[in-house]
């Protein structure tokens, strides 16, 4: 008998929960893009002349939606091209209405906008000649592919400075100072009379005798003439050098033979490279 009443209890629970489910969805039915309150809000600032605060509002409208919001990217677009003087930022938000609401009445109107844009920026541009006008258009392609990243950036700091103005910034009170408690200030005047002391005596500072300078002759010294060297005298002949004559007067040749010829002769032969032919040389 259980088992008789399972399926009609599963075919109330399914009903209920059907039932559930659809009364949830008729609750909060799908808002569309004009109904939303930022949209509407974005429209009112506009008629008000605030755009800044329009262009917020429509930004808050695509962040929430994404894709589904063309009207709202249609708004920014005319904007930034008629207030806030973005030529590209514009053709963004004009592209992306077009993407996203192909079919609208107002594609071409949009295309025209888009066309507008780009000369006004292309009027930006650097006076250079190009080939033709093409090449001007993919120029600005270019440049708005490049900027495209910036964009958001820019959205994002014109809600932070709409948000910073709508905020209310704390009045600073000064408290006045009441001039009947303020007591004037009793200044004398009077000077009182400074004492001077009395000159003190000068020290006496007693000054050393002067002991006048006693001229002393001293001695000039006298140069002491070097010692003669005896010996005998040899005139150097081509080809000659100091091994050479030492042995030819000694018989035999060495260093100190050389050098004791070299020590007689140190005011004509300085050292043995000085040898020259037609030298006097002493032979000790």
């Not at 200030?185 to 003190?200: F, Q, R």
């Not at 006496?204 to 300078?213: L, T």
């Not at 010692?227 to 005139?235: D, I, T, W």
């Amino acid at each position: 008998m259980r088992f008789r009443f399972l399926p009609l209890c599963l075919c109330a629970l399914a009903t209920l929960l059907f039932v559930a489910g659809c009364g949830r969805y008729d609750s909060s039915p799908f808002t569309a893009e004009i109904d939303e309150s930022n949209y509407r809000r974005g429209k009112d600032l506009l008629r008000q002349g605030r755009n800044q605060e329009a262009l917020a509002a429509f930004l808050k409208v695509v962040e929430k939606r994404g894709d589904d919001a063309p009207e709202s990217h249609l708004e920014i677009g005319i904007l930034y091209q008629q207030h806030i003087k973005d030529p590209i930022a514009a053709i963004y938000h004009y592209r992306k209405f077009r993407e996203l609401k192909r079919n609208s009445p107002q594609s071409d109107l949009v295309r025209q906008r888009i066309d507008a844009a780009t000369r006004e920026f292309a009027r930006t541009l650097p006076a250079q000649p190009l080939d033709n006008q093409m090449e001007r258009l993919d120029l600005l392609e270019k440049v708005d592919q490049l900027q495209r990243e910036n964009i958001q950036l820019k959205d994002q700091l014109i809600g932070v400075r709409t948000q910073a103005i709508n905020t209310p910034r704390p009045s600073s009170v000064v408290a006045a100072a009441d001039p009947d408690q303020l007591a004037p200030l009793a200044v004398s005047t009077a000077e009182s009379p400074i004492a001077v002391p009395d000159p003190e005596p000068a020290a006496v500072v007693e000054q050393p005798a002067v002991v006048p300078s006693v001229a002393v002759n001293r001695p000039t010294p006298v140069a002491t003439p070097p010692p003669a060297v005896s010996g005998r005298r040899y005139v150097v002949a081509k080809g000659d050098s100091l091994y050479a004559i030492a042995k030819r007067h000694y018989g035999t040749a060495n260093n100190a033979r050389v050098q004791a010829i070299l020590n007689a002769n140190r005011a004509v032969l300085p050292n043995a490279g000085a040898l020259q032919p037609g030298m006097t040389l002493i032979i000790p």
